[in-house]
């Protein structure tokens, strides 16, 4: 290994500090942050579905529309 590899790697770990270390590896600041989180995105998903749902439920009723319009 070459000696500047050494001193670099080795640098790393002298210059941090051991207590700023453990306070970066800490959980999130709370909870209720990541439940929110969780939440939104399953909204934002349910509302995405609907919207697709009553897109196609829209388009079928169009066409069954027209099909009945043409037949008489």
């Known amino acids: 290994m070459d000696a500047s590899v050494f001193w670099t790697l080795f640098s790393i770990h002298v210059t941090e500090d051991p207590m700023e ?3 970066s590896s800490q ?3 709370k909870k209720g ?4 989180a969780r939440l939104k995105a399953a909204l934002k998903a349910n509302m995405g ?3 697709a749902q ?3 439920r829209a388009a079928s ?4 529309a027209e099909n009945t ?3 008489r």
């Not at 009723?61 to 069954?64: F, L, P, R």
């Open 21 to 23: 270390r453990n306070k």
């Open 54 to 56: 009553a897109k196609a």
């Open 33 to 36: 942050a990541d439940r929110e």
């Open 27 to 29: 959980k999130p600041a």
């Open 69 to 71: 319009e043409n037949k």
């Open 61 to 64: 009723e169009g066409e069954a």
């Open 49 to 51: 579905r609907r919207k």
